[in-house]
């Protein structure tokens, strides 16, 4: 009978879910993923789409969808960027990311969806919901595929 705690922790813990024993590493996973969605914000605001971009993964393997539209790769999603809101005419206004919700799905991979809203200068706002997926790098976590829907 000695080895009945031991008995009774390990079977407490066979009935928890796997998320639950790493709850300290998620809540550090999300708010990492959190931070990456931050420091494009703060980017965005300062119309740096470069630093906007290290948000992303670095890859010919990215994928962003918006609309029926599918761009893949970095270089062409930020080339999408650019043409979007920094060409002639255009701007990049004022982004605000709004009704976050970040599921920590394993210990490498995250999901988050939410409401994007930009104000620009001439008084209109456009706005939207976005999907994103998160691989996390040894460099930390980057979205690797984002699905952006603007409302109409």
Request: proline letters at 5%.
């Amino acid at each position: 009978m000695k080895n009945f705690p031991i008995i009774l922790l390990t079977i407490i813990l066979g009935l928890l879910p796997s998320n639950q024993l790493f709850a300290s590493d998620t809540t550090a996973d999300e708010i990492a993923v959190r931070q990456v969605l931050k420091q494009q914000v703060a980017a965005w605001n300062r119309h740096d789409l470069e630093q906007f971009m290290r948000g992303y993964w670095n890859s010919p393997d990215l994928t962003f969808f918006s609309g029926a539209t599918e761009t893949k790769g970095w270089q062409p999603t930020l080339g999408r960027y650019r043409e979007k809101y920094q060409s002639q005419g255009s701007e990049m206004g004022s982004l605000d990311f709004s009704d976050l919700d970040i599921q920590i799905l394993g210990p490498n991979t995250a999901f988050a969806r939410g409401a994007f809203h930009l104000k620009m200068s001439n008084g209109k706002e456009p706005r939207g919901i976005f999907t994103l997926v998160f691989k996390k790098f040894p460099e930390g976590w980057k979205i690797i595929h984002d699905h952006t829907c603007a409302a109409e």
